[in-house]
């Protein structure tokens, strides 16, 4: 029998497997133990769902000529993934706009899979979706097909947030300079806002002030996932000393005054600590751009 992995034939020596099964559960960790994982996997062609694997141990490895899969790493296993949940929702927002039921409880079927992974996916918290979008899923009837009238701008409207954070997402593993760039000046911005937390807290208008400081803290573990991104692709890459745990410790104390209820900490935090590495940022991505540069 033939193994194909990303169409090369390789020399995978076989040791008392005796079906197809056997083979993947040994090609699978033995890529794992490199960094690669399985997303396609065919034998003699035909096409087997990664859900269905269990379905291999039928096949006797003296039957089959060829065994093939395709190999990926978590960047682009990702990337892949990102790509479809941009997909379902696509499909979801025309069926929607054509009233088409049977496509919409197709796609209803298969969201369960979407709420368990999509929070990994954006690296965000539970708690964002769980009020948002999936109660909106849940109680609007979209998942069965049937979704009442009412309810048809607001899924238009969630779904096009996700599709937003989900290409921002695809942007930092494809573009990671120009997303941390857009970043940067997205939290600048954001600066006037940041600097009236405490005067909200003090006003009694704690939500208001808490939704700032979630867009904030959602926009700082963005560019620091970019950063690192960018200095693990250029070894030579220039940041400041200490700069990324320094911004990590602030985020991490921020979320313990959150915790805490300490709203006087919260705005300092925001004001005084915060917005200065929001300069410092800004400055570090047009730094790198140049660096970028063609000379």
Known sequence: MNILINKEKIDFTLDGEENCLDVFNGLSSWLESQEYFISEISLDGKEFFLQNKESLKNYDIHNISCLEVTALDRSQLLERDLETVLSYFDLYSRALRENNGEVMKDLGSQYDNIRKNLPA??????????????????????????????????????????????????????????????????????????????????????????????????????????????????????????????????????????????????????????????????RIFSEISQEEEPC
């Open 121 to 282: 996916l954006l690296m965000m918290d539970d708690y964002v979706f769980d009020t948002t979008l999936n109660s909106l899923m849940d109680d609007s009837g979209i998942l069965v097909g049937t979704p009442r009238g009412s309810d048809r701008d607001a899924l238009l409207r969630e779904w096009g947030s996700v599709e937003a954070l989900v290409s921002g997402r695809l942007g930092e593993l494809i573009h990671p300079l120009e997303e941390g760039k857009k970043t940067s000046e997205t939290l600048k911005r954001l600066i006037p806002r940041i600097e009236d937390v405490s005067v909200l807290f003090q006003s009694g208008k704690d939500k208001e002030a808490l939704d700032i400081i979630i867009v904030l803290t959602e926009l700082l573990a963005k560019s620091i996932r970019i950063l690192t991104t960018l200095s693990e692709r250029d070894a030579d890459l220039s940041l400041p000393q200490d700069f990324l745990s320094e911004l990590n410790g602030i985020l991490a104390e921020l979320a313990d005054a959150i915790s805490s209820g300490d709203t006087i900490l919260t705005g300092d935090l925001a004001e005084y600590e915060i917005v200065p590495k929001i300069e410092t940022l800004e």
